[in-house]
């Protein structure tokens, strides 16, 4: 399955492509992700957890970064996970791409999605995953642009705003206005997280389209 | 096939529930559970902890209040559909239970649990929706009140925090002095007892003149959350209604945008829609004018 998203941070290229490429760094601004194990050369080994409705899933695995051209800011990330329920897994290879938008980066990521045994079930409702996976990567941006403004005006005292941050599940009901977050992004994240449940309700948003 | 290992809990009080939900990850609350043992059986959902609140008293009554009224999170459809307040002051509601499962579903389904796992073509939400319900909610926070319009987050998640469950829900009821309230609920589904493709219900109230002073149009099965067909709304208020007006104004139904599937195009379920909503409105007119007008 093929899944486009695409999303923007306030900071050039050249400011935002080592960001990307610090995993460690940005993997608890992916909601329900966390970090495992650092392989080296690019391979790292974590966790997610996705949650929506009655169904929570767990997936445990390995993602590589590979194909790393630094002149054109692109990349390849290359991940599978096994359900820990032992009920399937999933893999994915999904190809980054950062462009110039006035001053900020437009970072467009095309991603081939592949789940197999009984978690496969939820692939038929492909216009489902592709919401659900705009609306984490929404969040992933949102905490993101959190994180690079916080660090920028805090210096020094953005470590601690960085320990704080929300790692719990990808919790679609978490991403409710009512949600508890830290303080410095409950309010840039309220209206970005509002405006990602209203695009939810208008098809016209959905990726790829 | 059987459902995969998990813990059971029995709560006896709210606070018992609240803390519990707290606690444990990857939850699912038992209440009829004529929804939630399939998806269990067919190990679609596998949570770690059910928790069954059955056991929990007060939990199930009905009431009216001056908000309107309301109806406990654990009462039994059956009860709902046969209940002298509901037949009295939301009878909509009776009629779209008739839609809902089977009489032996009804008999243990409850109406919380149908407005918590919010399928999108479910029958109940759909009324809440035509009504502007208020939904009650309490937590270790303490209890907060949800507008339905604010209660469904995305598809089958209903605004509840991990350690929050729904007490109830108040219908705010219509009633207008010289004025006739007539109501409709049409679904269409391919075998009776389905899941509905998609469903529409209406309320009107028309003043002596049958001129519409007040309209609702809800819509189920179109998006991941009851529809509220606002535009249509607009249009019947202030004229007289007639099979024309319904006519027009059931056209509306099928511009807005339509959640597709792999069995449905959202074409088809536009036609379906358009069609659901004239059968609904013609009902709501009938029963308005006391079936004078055919």
Known sequence: MKIDVSFSVPVPPQQAWPLLLDVPRIVPCLPGASLTADLGDNRYKGQATVKVGPVQLTFAGEAQITDIDDAAHTARVIAKGADAKGRGSASATADFALVAEGEGTLITVVTDLQLVGAVAQYGRAQGLIKEIASQIVEQFAANLRSDILARSQEGVSASSAATDRPTGDADVASMAPTAPVAPIRELSAFALLWGVIKSLFSRKNQSGQ | ?294
Not at chain 2, 128 to 149: E, I
């Open chain 2, 1 to 294: 096939m059987k459902a995969s290992a998990f813990a059971y809990h029995d709560p006896k009080t709210v606070q018992e529930l609240n803390s519990l939900l707290g606690s444990l990850d990857n939850v699912r609350i038992l209440a009829g559970g004529q929804s939630l043992m399939p998806m269990l059986n067919m190990r679609y959902a596998f949570p770690d902890h059910v928790i069954d609140i059955n056991h929990i008293a007060g939990l199930a009554e009905v009431v009216m209040t001056p908000q309107g009224l309301r109806i406990g999170a654990m009462t039994r459809q059956r009860i709902v559909r046969e209940h002298p307040l509901v037949l009295e002051h939301a009878p909509v509601l009776a009629e779209a239970l008739h839609w809902v499962g089977h009489v032996q579903t009804r008999a243990r389904g409850t109406i919380g649990g149908s407005l918590c796992h919010l399928d999108p073509a479910a029958e109940q939400p759909c009324i809440a929706a035509l009504y502007d319900a208020v939904l009650h909610v309490s937590g270790p926070r303490g209890p907060r009140d949800v507008a339905m319009r604010d209660w469904v987050i995305s598809y089958m998640t209903p605004n509840l925090e991990p350690d929050e469950a729904l007490l109830g829900l108040t219908l705010p009821v219509w009633s207008a002095q010289g004025q006739s309230i007539g109501h409709g609920f049409h679904e269409f589904a391919r075998r009776h007892g389905d899941y509905a493709i998609v469903a529409a219900a209406a309320l009107v109230s028309l003043d002596a003149g049958g001129v519409v002073r007040r309209a609702s149009i809800a819509l189920a099965g179109v998006d991941v959350k009851p529809v509220r067909l606002a535009v249509a709304e607009q249009a019947l208020v202030g004229h007289v209604l007639d099979q024309a007006l319904i006519g027009t104004v059931s056209a509306m139904a099928a511009t807005i945008e339509m959640m597709e599937d792999a069995h449905i195009t959202p074409a088809y379920r536009g036609r379906l829609a358009q069609t659901m909503t004239k059968r609904a409105l013609s009902d709501a007119l009938n029963r308005a004018t006391g079936g004078r007008n055919v």
